[in-house]
């Protein structure tokens, strides 16, 4: 496996050399009458970079497994499917037997609707029809008309369905490992001092002394939560109130989480966010185009943070800009509008998400041997009493989790600033 990695690791670094060297060829304006390292016509020329772009994100998916063993955080879907009975209708077909409705005999004016003569009655007609009827001329007779107003307002009865509020999505949270933990606190050693004293030595002579040094790091586990009141007429009446409530809260929690996981600032009660993490570095883009922004910030998290850089983390906004990147006579980079685009940069997986500002990027390895949150109890929502919420026939539902982020490296990850 060892030679593997150190092969594909070998293509995937060439071949990301290579697309460096035409970016920097082309410069700020992508004018690709400028590269050199490739030949033929513009287009020929941008074809050739897609192909390359291709060629590092498949070396990238098959380095990736290599590299990490990052457990994916389920998706939690809706505490309860919202319900909605469905009444019986004329002309539909029967419910299955263990929610068929009870068959109602027809009143008259149904019988009379059903009956043959009044389908044979053909209005228009001056002479009697089947019932005995005749039609008679406007102004014949005054009456009020039997109409809406007059009469019934039809029964409309609502769906059941209620449409969310459109709010920013889970989006980091799957993309950070996770790991349980029964104990209140994360504390482990970290290596902080590191001098080899490995050295050829001649028969007989000393061997040199190396020097390790371990710390002891430590980061709290933090409660994130939140709760509602609600009526005990409202959660008994209404079927779909109580998961209503369940899936809402659970979802603030969860939002919650996700933006603490990259803007915490480790000061009680916030948890530790990956742009406080000690040690993390920075790229700032200046006039290098965005592509080469970022693959300056891998190159940092290579060789200074001796990582493996798996995900580049952007604001929606900003993918677009690299989207939209066209050469200086207007072919796009990315692929043409028909085309859905890769999903990637350099071989990274692509996170689109507004949890982290405008403007700012994130590069970084999302291993479990850099980054790992730890769970202390999972999401749970429960239903209880507070104050006076027993005899006003009220419960306060609430909702929380208790975790800890724990970055191992800070190194491991590298803002691009300036976007």
């Known amino acids: 496996m060892s030679d593997t990695l150190q092969d594909i690791s070998g293509k995937l670094e060439e071949r990301r050399t290579k697309l460096a060297e035409i970016f920097t060829q082309a410069g700020s304006d992508l004018d690709m009458t400028k590269v ?20 590092i994100a498949d070396l990238q998916a098959q380095a990736e497994p290599l590299h990490q063993q990052a457990s994916e955080i389920e998706r939690a879907r809706k505490n309860a499917e919202q319900l909605g ?83 920013r999505p889970i989006q980091l949270a799957d993309l950070v490992p996770t790991a349980q933990t029964t104990q209140a606190a994360i504390v482990y050693m970290e290596e902080t001092t590191a001098t080899t004293g490995a ?44 998961s209503y409530i369940d ?14 996981l990259m803007n915490g600032t480790d000061v009680a ?54 989207r939209l990147l066209t050469t200086a006579d207007g072919i796009y980079i990315w692929g043409s ?31 479990p041997a850099m980054i790992q949150l730890y769970i202390r109890r999972g999401l749970e929502v429960q239903v209880g009493y507070d104050s006076s919420d027993f005899v006003s026939g009220k419960v306060t539902v609430r909702a929380g989790i208790r975790a800890a982020l724990v970055g191992f490296r800070g190194a491991a990850f590298c803002t691009v600033t300036g976007i």
């Open 337 to 367: 509008p028909s085309e859905a685009g890769p999903e990637r940069i350099w071989g990274l997986q692509v996170v689109q998400a507004d949890v982290i500002a405008e403007g700012t990027g994130l590069v970084g390895d999302f291993s």
């Open 269 to 322: 009660p916030e948890l530790d966010g990956i742009l406080g993490f000690t040690d993390l570095q920075t790229q700032a883009k200046g006039a290098d185009p965005t592509p080469d922004a970022v693959y300056k910030a891998m190159t940092k998290i290579r060789v200074t943070g001796r990582a493996f850089p798996t995900a580049y983390v952007t604001h929606p906004n900003d993918w677009q800009q690299v």
């Open 36 to 55: 050199t390292s490739i030949n033929g016509s513009t287009a020929e020329k941008v074809e050739q970079l897609r192909n390359l772009n291709d060629e």
């Open 247 to 260: 899936g809402r809260l659970g979802f603030f929690v969860r939002q919650e989480l996700d933006d603490q």
């Open 85 to 167: 009975e469905l009444r019986p209708h004329p002309g539909h077909a029967a419910a299955p037997a263990d929610r068929r409705a009870t068959v109602q005999p027809l009143s008259l004016g149904e019988m009379f609707i059903a009956s043959d003569a009044y389908k044979g009655y053909r209005r228009g007609s001056r002479a009697p029809g089947p019932l005995g009827v005749v039609d008679l001329a406007p102004g014949e007779i005054m009456a009020t008309l039997f109409e809406t107003g007059a009469g019934w307002a039809p029964e409309s009865m609502r769906t059941g369905r209620v449409v969310d509020k459109a709010l």
């Open 199 to 242: 050295a050829t030595r001649a028969e007989g002579a000393t061997y040199v002394a190396s020097t390790l040094v371990l710390t002891q790091r430590s980061k709290t586990v933090r409660s994130i939560g939140t709760s509602i009141p609600a009526t005990d007429e409202q959660l008994e009446d209404v079927a779909q109130a109580q």
